[in-house]
């Protein structure tokens, strides 16, 4: 990329000034306090300006900054957006020590680390609070480590702030950065820990009790993935009304409430599955897409109507129109399915969003989008309004794929149209998950959320709209209470079974002198404000017309002292005149590329002798906007690469990132563009091995068992049932012969009765990922009719295993 | 910079963005990718005067015109203009009407409503099983557009 050779941000022997990132999580109860600390030394002899683009949690509440330099502690504080621009820049100017950090988006921040003099090293800390992600007895915990490239239209490029667009769309590397992570986790939990695992790296753990600390494993980690820790605890989550002093002596209360929902059932929907087929779902995302997909096809009901969107930089749909769910469909569908790949380009999420606001379900059937993406769009805001739109008549389950997800727009998309979102990283089960939503989706007979405050005055709440209630799922609501007394709040909807109505103690007297709640608050209440407003905030444009939703998100994030799209942090290291004699050069900080990326780590590791070492490409792309991920679609329209694929040299094969590493230049991603073009990538397809789930075969027994399981419940004496039953044939003859009538009848009976108690008996531990698809088939049976009574032939299945 | 120029007072950062309509944070990236020139001398004295105003506003013409920002530092500045870039229509939706047909809508065509959409695909279903005559005969379109057409 010539642009950046030329302002000498990278390439050219410069040595890149950050040199590690340490990110410490502290983490009991239902929130974490998160420390990033990032270490920056300029080994030139020149004076530098760092600039470091990085993502957070979309949740967190950044409420600390400070900076370590030269045996001082600068403590930086939450100004105006361009007032702390420009203090910076003037500091810069006067050749004082600067620092700024700005939200670029909710998930994505800049640091620009200024007039870091030759040898001179600098800490920059930031700190955060976060709510954490509970479900029933789980808590997960995600943090990211390094931005995905991602596809910006090229109407939306032209109109950004270039300067924006530049810190979301940082330089990439697929070689590694010469720098890289620590990361620690204490986890504190109310009672004992049953599990804990993290699926994403290697990491130590120590686990006693409700205590448990982990630590990444390995030195020269990279960032190029997201962290993940999964803990199961030995007993469900509790309500709790969690209050503390705000900073005015009034009381903030965090409300947190785990609503048992079992009993609601869900009724026949339209289900729409939108499929990311962008280049960048390439290699195992677009497997584990496929994978889910066909899970959820099969816990569709009869009754149920679906239609499959594939989308790219174009999109398509499966049928013409919403289908009934059948065993054709389902088998015509499921066929398709296995023959998608990630080959449509671009990342369009616009246009089927709009195309499902235009039309309606057909049948009136409630209407449940479920999203697979790895959500690396630019255009998250316009996205966002659609789906508002959309909120109307449909609720999208959006699932989060990949090992570096752009978590603010899966939960986002979902969070605004009452739905939930799962991620599922590369090394975790889909199954547990798909079900999750699935039985998520019987929420939708809920209305009417309210929150009864009982005698308590309050003068904020957040959110305001409340979101849905989802089975064992952690529902949270804040609120400032200036006034009243109430020893009990309660939570209230309307069912179908009637009022429904969850109260949680609440004690006033004992307020806790923790920051964490009123600053949670304050997020909550601004995060509101900036999905509720839709625009471009952020951009120099929309910066410009200031406005009541604008103000109201600068009066909170300065009051409670937070990050916002309105407000940065900015600390100045006053130094003595004449300290610096030159300007600052800029120094613009490479990611790593994401892990698996568009398949190009593998199709490194299965065509690195093929390419030649260093290989540059050349972006396609003749027209289109500033920054990376140029506006492929409509470029590549008019020009059709040649041979659009990133060039994988050796350097891109995952190196250590040892302090001495320095990057290649050519292991500089121009050739991202490559993937976000129409053609098929023939590196992807070269990188998806023929793994057994592509010939439709699924690896694991379970997904195998339940994979033949037919439409209306039942399943095939197929090879797959027989196999995993290890039933003795002539006792499964038998059985069809006492059964009786229609042949084939009976032996559905004989295989759905073999495949539950298969079910039951190796599969008890994974329950919640087939209790959906027994209960179908249990309802299959109930209508059939058997000559014993079903218990008589259940328990001749159990004793024929 | 020409004489005249040299005389008027220099502006400073904030200025020129409001002159210019864009951000301070805009002005300074400008001038590090080496878009503009740099400021006019250092430290508390330095300042922008009218030219880099007008630096400004061409990268902003040349950018909305489609040129990647990379393109337009390596421009000279008394380049010609540039024609503007063709976009052809992009591709946005693509339906299945029967197997192995679709119907491709570009952008800015209005899709047309789920039961028109319906017809075609039965239409086109009918045409190419070769029972068009029989279909048309039978059901022929209320909205008469294709009358006459029926019979292939």
């Known amino acids: 990329m010539k642009n950046v050779e030329a302002g000498g941000l990278f390439a050219g022997g410069k040595r890149v000034p950050l040199r590690g990132v340490s990110i410490d999580v502290k983490a009991s109860g239902v929130a974490g306090q998160v420390t990033v600390a990032q270490r920056y030394c300029n080994e030139e002899k020149v004076p530098v300006e760092a600039v470091y683009s990085f993502p957070l949690q979309e949740s967190a509440a950044v409420s600390g900054f400070e900076v370590e330099i030269g045996g001082r502690r600068i403590v930086g504080k939450v100004e105006e957006r361009e007032k702390a621009f420009e203090q910076y820049d003037d500091a810069m100017a006067q050749g004082h020590g600067a620092f700024l950090v700005d939200q670029d988006r909710p998930n994505i921040f800049t640091a620009s680390v200024g007039n870091l003099l030759p040898q001179q090293e600098a800490i920059v800390r930031l700190s955060y609070v976060t709510e954490l992600e509970q479900t029933k007895d789980s808590i997960r915990l995600l943090i990211p480590t390094t931005i995905s490239p991602r596809y910006i239209p090229a109407d939306v490029a032209r109109e950004m702030d270039p300067a924006e667009l530049d810190h979301v769309t940082p330089p990439t590397v697929a070689g590694g950065v010469p720098y890289g992570l620590k990361l620690s986790v204490d986890f504190q939990a109310p009672c004992e820990i049953a599990e804990i695992s993290c699926p994403s790296h290697p990491a130590s753990t120590r686990l006693s009790g409700r205590s448990a600390q982990v630590e990444l494993m390995g030195s020269n980690i990279q960032l190029d993935q997201d962290f993940v820790l999964n803990i199961t605890l030995a007993q469900s989550h509790q309500a709790s009304a969690i209050v503390a002093r705000d900073g005015d002596g009034v009381r903030a209360a965090m409300i947190n409430l785990f609503p048992d929902l079992s009993s609601l059932k869900r009724g026949p929907c339209e289900f729409i ?37 594939g989308f790219g930089d174009s999109y398509e749909t499966m049928f013409t129109k919403s289908v009934a769910y059948s065993q054709s469909t389902l088998d015509e569908a499921s066929k398709k399915i296995a023959g998608m790949d990630a080959n449509l380009g671009g990342t369009e999420l616009l246009a089927p969003l709009n195309f499902l606001a235009g039309s309606r379900a057909e049948s009136n059937l409630p209407r449940q989008i479920v999203l697979l993406t790895d959500g690396q769009v630019g255009n998250e805001a316009q996205c966002l309004e659609v789906a508002a739109k959309l909120a109307a008549n449909a609720r999208i389950f959006g699932f989060g794929i990949g090992h570096g997800v752009s978590e603010h727009l899966v939960r986002g998309l979902s969070r605004a149209t ?96 923790d920051r964490a709640v009123p600053v949670l608050m304050a997020r909550k209440a601004i995060q509101e404000l900036e999905e509720g407003r839709g625009g471009l905030l952020g951009s120099a444009q929309s910066n410009r ?50 892990k698996g990326w ?48 990133p060039a994988p040299s050796s350097a891109m094969k995952f190196e250590s990132a040892s302090e001495s590493a320095e990057p290649a230049e050519g292991s500089m991603l121009s050739s991202i563009t490559g993937f976000f073009g129409r053609a098929k990538s023939a590196v992807a397809g070269a990188a998806m091995p023929a793994t057994a789930d592509r010939a439709g075969e ?36 038998a059985a069809i012969k006492q059964l009786g009538g229609d042949k084939a009848q009976a032996e559905r009976i004989t295989s759905t009765l073999l495949a539950l108690a298969v079910l039951e008996r190796d599969f008890a ?11 179908k088939a249990e309802r299959w049976l109930s209508k059939q009719k058997l000559p014993a009574g079903a218990a008589d032939w259940k328990s001749w299945a159990k004793s024929a295993l | 910079m020409n004489a005249e120029d040299a005389d008027a007072p220099l502006l400073t950062i904030g200025q020129l963005a409001e002159q210019t309509g864009v951000s301070r944070r805009t002005v300074r990236y400008y001038v590090q990718r080496g878009l503009i020139d740099p400021p006019v001398g250092r430290g508390r004295g330095s300042g922008y005067t009218a030219q880099h105003a007008a630096q400004i506003q061409r990268v902003i013409r040349l950018q909305r015109e489609g040129l990647p920002l990379e393109n337009i530092a390596e421009l000279p500045a008394d380049a010609a203009p540039i024609p503007p870039v063709v976009v052809q229509p992009q591709l946005i939706m693509r339906l299945p009407l029967a197997d192995g047909v679709r119907l491709e809508l570009d952008a800015g065509a209005s899709v047309p409503d789920a039961k028109t959409l319906d017809r075609l ?30 019979t292939v």
Request: aromatic content about 6%; charged content about 25%; hydrophobic content about 40%.
């Open chain 2, 121 to 150: 695909a039965e239409a086109c279903r009918a045409i190419l099983s070769g029972d068009a005559a029989n279909e048309f005969n039978h059901r022929p379109f209320d909205d008469g557009h294709i009358d006459g057409e029926g």
């Open chain 1, 765 to 775: 531990d994974r329950r919640d990922e087939w209790k959906m698809i027994a209960d």
């Open chain 1, 698 to 733: 699924p690896a694991d027994p379970l997904l195998k068992l339940t994979s033949s399981q037919r439409a209306d419940g039942s399943f095939d004496l197929s090879a797959s049932v027989l196999e995993a039953s290890k039933a003795n044939r002539k006792k499964i003859d």
């Open chain 1, 598 to 645: 568009g398949a190009v780590e593998e199709s490194c590791d299965l065509s690195l002798q093929a390419m030649p070492r260093m290989a540059k490409m050349k972006a396609a792309f003749p027209a289109g906007g500033a920054g990376m991920p140029p506006p492929a679609p409509r470029a590549a329209a008019c020009a059709p690469m040649q041979a659009p694929i």
């Open chain 1, 418 to 513: 009452n739905g939930q979102a799962e991620f599922i990283h590369p090394n975790e089960r889909i199954e547990p998950k798909v079900m999750r939503q699935f039985s998520r989706m019987a929420s939708g007979a809920l209305t009417n959320v309210r929150v009864d405050f009982g005698g308590l005055k309050t003068d904020l709440v957040a959110p305001a709209q409340l979101p849905q209630l989802f089975d064992g799922d952690r529902f949270t609501v804040y609120a400032r209470i200036v006034g009243g007394a109430a020893n009990e709040i309660a939570i209230t909807a309307d069912s179908p079974n009637g009022a429904l109505r969850f109260p949680v103690k609440i004690d006033l007297e004992k307020p806790a002198d």
């Open chain 1, 273 to 309: 599955f939108i499929v990311d087929r962008s280049g960048s779902m390439g290699g195992t995302s677009i497997q584990q897409a496929r994978n889910a997909l066909l899970l959820a096809l099969r816990s569709l009901e009869e009754g149920d109507s679906f239609n499959v969107i």
């Open chain 1, 545 to 594: 017309k200031e406005n009541a939703t604008r103000s109201r998100i600068l009066e909170l994030a300065v009051r409670y002292q937070i990050m916002s799209s309105a407000t940065s942090f900015v600390a100045v290291e006053e130094r003595q005149a004449g300290t610096q004699t030159q300007a600052a050069e800029l120094r613009r900080v490479p990611v790593a590329l994401t």
